[in-house]
C-alpha cells in the first residue's frame, strides 16, 4: 500500500477534479423532456459549459461551449464579482449560471452580456440579447417566457423577446445618494440567501422590486490591495449595531405601466432601516412578504393584491424567543384569483421551527397546521409536490445527522374530508382521530417514507411532474454520482456515474484512500456531539501521530456527514496527520436547542464542545497529546482563535486561523445581531466573544499561531486581522502571517490555492513534524 503514490499538493489544485466529474446546477427542462447541468472541463476545472441529458434516449452531449460565447475573458463588474462572492461561486469561469424559459429556450448570461438559446431538435442557435459596455446581471426568463428581465447599472430592465423591445422599468439608479432597483442589498445576499431584488407574477402581469436606500449605511473604506495597485473601495457595510439599508417593495403592472407602493413595513417594529424584506413570492395573484424585525425573533407574513393597490393584510408569524430561522420552502396549495384576501382561500406549504425542529406546515389565516411531528431530525427543503398524488417530497435528515435523504410524505385531507369520514382533528397535531365519540382508538398520523438508499448523502432535483428526480449523492468511498430516479427511487438510468476505476483522475492514490471513523460525545448539558476521525494510510495503532482539528463550529453550517470527505482531509492523512472533525452545539440541522446555546454568547459554549472532543483524543493511545493542532477559516477562524485562547496553556502544538472575525462589532448587522443582538444591548457578550477579551490567556505561554487573509475581503473585512495585528505587536506576541493581495474571502485558483496549501503545510510541519519539515 505503501509504495502507491500519495497526494501532493500540487495534484490537489490541478485538473481534472481528483473526485471526478459532478454534474452542478442541475435543471429539468420545462417539459420534462431534458435534464441540463453545468460541467467543469478537464483540462480546467474552474470553467464550466451547459450539458444535456435527453431523458428519453439517455444520450450526454454538450449544449453551449462557454469558450464560444466568451472566446475572451471579461472582467467582472464590482457588482457581479461581489454576487458570486456572496453566492460561493467567485472561484467559477465560464456559464456559473442558467435559466430556462420555455421547453425550449435557455437564457446564458456570460461575458457581462446575455444570450437567449433556443433549442430545434439537434440544432442549436443563440441569440445575443443585450451586447453593451454595462453589466447584466441576475437575469431571468419570466414565468410565461415572453420576457427576460435583468439588472443594468442598478436599473431593472425587461426585454419583450417576441419584439426585442427593450424597457427599463424603474428609475435610473442614483449611485450619488446610494439608491438602486431591483437589487438585493448585502445583508440580503450575504446573510439571508436573497440574491435578487424583484420577482414575476405568474400571469406575468406585474414585477415586483426593491428600491433600496443605502444611505442611511455607513461607509467602511476598504482597501483593496492587488499585487500592483491600492483601490479604496469606499463599502456600504452595515455593521452590528448601526443603521440598514432602507428597502421599500414596488410592484410594476405591465397592462397599466403603473408603479404601486406594497408597504410591507410593519409600523411598531421601529423604524425602517430596523426591519428587512427577507423574502417576497406570487400566490395566484397575491404578494407574500416575509418580513423580519431587527431583533429577529419574528417571521411576519403578508398578503398584498393588485385589486386594493397592494395594501398589506398580514395573516401569518412565527416566532422565537432567541432569533428565526429563514427558509425558502414555499408552495401554494390553494388560491382564488382576485378573491386570494377572503378567508380560507389562501394555503400555502412551508416549513417552521415552532417545534423546536424545522417541520413542514400548511399556513392559512387560522395559523399553521403541522403535517409532520418527529424530533427525529429536520427537514432540509422542499423538493416538490405531486400534485396529482398529493405527496410531498422533501429532504432531511430523519434518519441520522450524518446523512441526508429524499423522503415523502402525503398531504393531509382537508378539514371537510375529515368531516365527511365523521372524525376530527387531534388539536395541534397531524392527526386525525376515527373515533372521536370514544377515547382515541383510532388515531390516524402522517406517516413519512425515505426514497435514497441509506449509507449515502443526497441532493435532489425533482422532475416538474414529481414523477422522478435527478439524485446526486456520494459516501465517504464513493465520489459523487448523479442518476436520473423514479419517484420510488429506482435508479432509470446514470446521468454521471463517476465509477473509481482506472480512468478516474483519483485512482492512481485509491489505494492509499482512507475512510473516516465516525462517533458521539456528550455536551456539558448533555446534548450529543458527532465526530469524524480519519487516520493515515498505514495507521499502526501502536505508534502515537500528530492530530490536526478541522474547526467551522459556526451557525448554519454542519462538517461531520456521511459523504465524499474533502480532499485535503485525505490529503492531510496521507502526510501522516489524524484529521478531527466535531459538530459543536451552535452549529446547524439538529434543532433549535442545539443552536441556541450560544445565544448572546459565541465562542464560549462551542469552545467547551470542541474541547470536550481534544480531551477524547488524548486518551486515545494513538494521539500524542504534545502535536495537536487546530486550524479553520472565517467563523472557523475565529473558532481557532477562541479554542486556543481558552484552552489550558499547551493544549496545542499549533493553530492556523484564517480569515477569522475578531470583534464581532467589526461583522455585519443580520448575521451578528441573530445572535447576539446589538453591541448596545449585549456590552458584555460582545466582550466576551471577542478574541481580544481572551488575549491574556496566551502571554503564559505561546502557542505558535499562523494568520491568513485575503487583502480585499468585504465578507470578514480585513480590519478583523490588522486589528488582532496590531494588539499582539503592542503585547510582544509572535505570530506568522499570510496575506494574499486582491484576494477576498476566499483564496481563489490553482496557484493561490497550491500556495495557501503549501504555507498551511509547512507552518504545521515546522512545529508537529519537524522531520517533515526538513
Known amino acids: 500500500m505503501t509504495e502507491s503514490p500519495r497526494l501532493t499538493i500540487e495534484r490537489l ?49 454538450l449544449l453551449v461551449d462557454s469558450q464560444i460565447l466568451e472566446p ?113 442589498e448585502f445583508v440580503a445576499q450575504e446573510e439571508m440567501s436573497r440574491y435578487t431584488g424583484y420577482w414575476w407574477s405568474p400571469d406575468e402581469k406585474h414585477i415586483a422590486f426593491t428600491r433600496v436606500d443605502e ?28 443603521p440598514n439599508a432602507i428597502v421599500d417593495l414596488k410592484v410594476f403592472s405591465l397592462e397599466t405601466n403603473q408603479t404601486h407602493d406594497a408597504n410591507w413595513r410593519k409600523d411598531d417594529w421601529g423604524p425602517a432601516t430596523d426591519q428587512y424584506l427577507a423574502r417576497v413570492n406570487w400566490a395566484g395573484e397575491a404578494l407574500v412578504v416575509q418580513s423580519v424585525n431587527r431583533d429577529q425573533t419574528v417571521i411576519r407574513w403578508t398578503q398584498h393584491w393588485p385589486s386594493t393597490l397592494f395594501s398589506q393584510e398580514a395573516f401569518y408569524e412565527e416566532t422565537q424567543p432567541n432569533w428565526v430561522n429563514l427558509s425558502n420552502d414555499f408552495i401554494t396549495l390553494s388560491s382564488t384569483p382576485g378573491n386570494i384576501h377572503r378567508q380560507g382561500d389562501l394555503e400555502i406549504l412551508t416549513t417552521t421551527e415552532a417545534t423546536g425542529y424545522r417541520m413542514p406546515v400548511i399556513v392559512t389565516r387560522d395559523g399553521a397546521a403541522p403535517m409532520l411531528q418527529t424530533e427525529d431530525g429536520v427537514v432540509r427543503g422542499f423538493s416538490a409536490l405531486n400534485r396529482n398524488s398529493g405527496r410531498l417530497y422533501f429532504t432531511a435528515n430523519f434518519d441520522t445527522p450524518l446523512e441526508t435523504h429524499l423522503y415523502r410524505v402525503q398531504l393531509p385531507p382537508s378539514d371537510e374530508e375529515v368531516a365527511e369520514m365523521g372524525a376530527e382533528w387531534i388539536p395541534g397535531s397531524p392527526c386525525i382521530d376515527r373515533s372521536p365519540e370514544t377515547p382515541r382508538t383510532r388515531v390516524e398520523c402522517a ?50 456515474e463517476n465509477r473509481l476505476d482506472e480512468d478516474h483522475p483519483y485512482y492512481p492514490y485509491l489505494a492509499n484512500h482512507t475512510v473516516p471513523e465516525y462517533g458521539t460525545l456528550e455536551a456539558d448539558d448533555g446534548q450529543t456531539l458527532h465526530y469524524s476521525i480519519q487516520t493515515p494510510p498505514d495507521f499502526d495503532p501502536s505508534q502515537q501521530y500528530p492530530v490536526l482539528v478541522e474547526v467551522y463550529g459556526g451557525p448554519h453550517v ?174 510582544g506576541l509572535v505570530f506568522d502571517l499570510m496575506t494574499y493581495p486582491g484576494q477576498r474571502h476566499g483564496i481563489r485558483g490553482e496557484a493561490l490555492g497550491t500556495h495557501l496549501m503549501r504555507t498551511r503545510m509547512q507552518f504545521l510541519n515546522r512545529h508537529l513534524m519537524p522531520e517533515a519539515a526538513e
Request: proline share 5%; hydrophobic share 35%; net charge negative.
Open 215 to 242: 444611505s442611511t449605511v455607513d461607509i467602511i473604506p476598504r482597501f483593496d490591495i492587488a499585487a500592483d495597485e491600492v483601490t479604496v473601495i469606499n463599502q456600504r457595510y452595515p455593521r452590528a449595531g448601526r
Open 558 to 731: 454542519q462538517t461531520v456527514n456521511r459523504n465524499w470527505e474533502r480532499m485535503s482531509d485525505q490529503f492531510y492523512a496521507q502526510q501522516g496527520y489524524v484529521v478531527f472533525r466535531l459538530d459543536n452545539r451552535g452549529s446547524y440541522y439538529r434543532g433549535k436547542r442545539f443552536e441556541d446555546v450560544i445565544f448572546q454568547l459565541t465562542g464560549v459554549p462551542e469552545v467547551r464542545d470542541q474541547l470536550v472532543g481534544v480531551e477524547w483524543l488524548k486518551e486515545q493511545p494513538f494521539v500524542d497529546p504534545d502535536r495537536i493542532a487546530i486550524q479553520g477559516w472565517s467563523y472557523g477562524g475565529y473558532m481557532t482563535l477562541m479554542t486556543m485562547l481558552q484552552a489550558e496553556p499547551g493544549t496545542f502544538a499549533a493553530a492556523a486561523s484564517g480569515a477569522p472575525v475578531t470583534d464581532w462589532t467589526l461583522y455585519d448587522t443580520f448575521y451578528t445581531e441573530r445572535y447576539m443582538r446589538t453591541p448596545q444591548n449585549n456590552a458584555d457578550g460582545y466582550d466576551q466573544s471577542s478574541v481580544f477579551y481572551h488575549l491574556d490567556n496566551w502571554e503564559g505561554e505561546l502557542t505558535p499561531l499562523l494568520l491568513m487573509h485575503g487583502m480585499a475581503d468585504d465578507n470578514v473585512t480585513f480590519d478583523n486581522t490588522t486589528r488582532l495585528m496590531a494588539e499582539m505587536q503592542q503585547r
Open 447 to 496: 406517516h413519512y417514507e425515505r426514497i435514497t438508499e441509506a449509507g449515502k448523502s443526497w441532493s435532489i432535483t425533482m422532475a416538474p411532474d414529481g414523477q422522478s428526480f435527478v439524485g446526486t449523492s456520494s459516501s465517504p468511498t464513493q465520489p459523487p454520482q448523479t442518476g436520473l430516479y423514479y419517484a420510488d427511487g429506482t435508479l432509470i438510468t446514470w446521468i454521471e
Open 72 to 184: 475572451e475573458e471579461v472582467q467582472l463588474s464590482e457588482e457581479e464579482i461581489a454576487l458570486r462572492e456572496r453566492r460561493r461561486i467567485a472561484g467559477q469561469r465560464g456559464i456559473v449560471s442558467y435559466d430556462w424559459g420555455t421547453a425550449n429556450t435557455i437564457l446564458v448570461p456570460i461575458g457581462g452580456d446575455l444570450h437567449l438559446i433556443t433549442l430545434n431538435g439537434d440544432d442549436v442557435e443563440a441569440r445575443q440579447l443585450t451586447d453593451t459596455d454595462a453589466f447584466e446581471y441576475d437575469a431571468k426568463v419570466s414565468p410565461q417566457g415572453n420576457f427576460v428581465s435583468f439588472i443594468r447599472d442598478g436599473a431593472l430592465v425587461v426585454i419583450d423577446l417576441a419584439t426585442g423591445e427593450e424597457k427599463q422599468i424603474t428609475p435610473d439608479a442614483d449611485p450619488d445618494n446610494a439608491i438602486s432597483y431591483g437589487v438585493a
Open 13 to 61: 489544485y490541478a485538473s481534472p477534479s481528483l473526485s471526478g466529474p459532478s454534474p452542478r446546477g442541475v435543471q429539468f427542462s420545462p417539459d420534462g423532456s431534458r435534464v441540463t447541468f453545468l460541467k467543469a472541463r478537464e483540462t480546467d476545472a474552474s470553467r464550466y459549459d451547459l450539458w444535456q441529458f435527453d431523458v428519453e434516449t439517455g444520450e450526454q452531449s
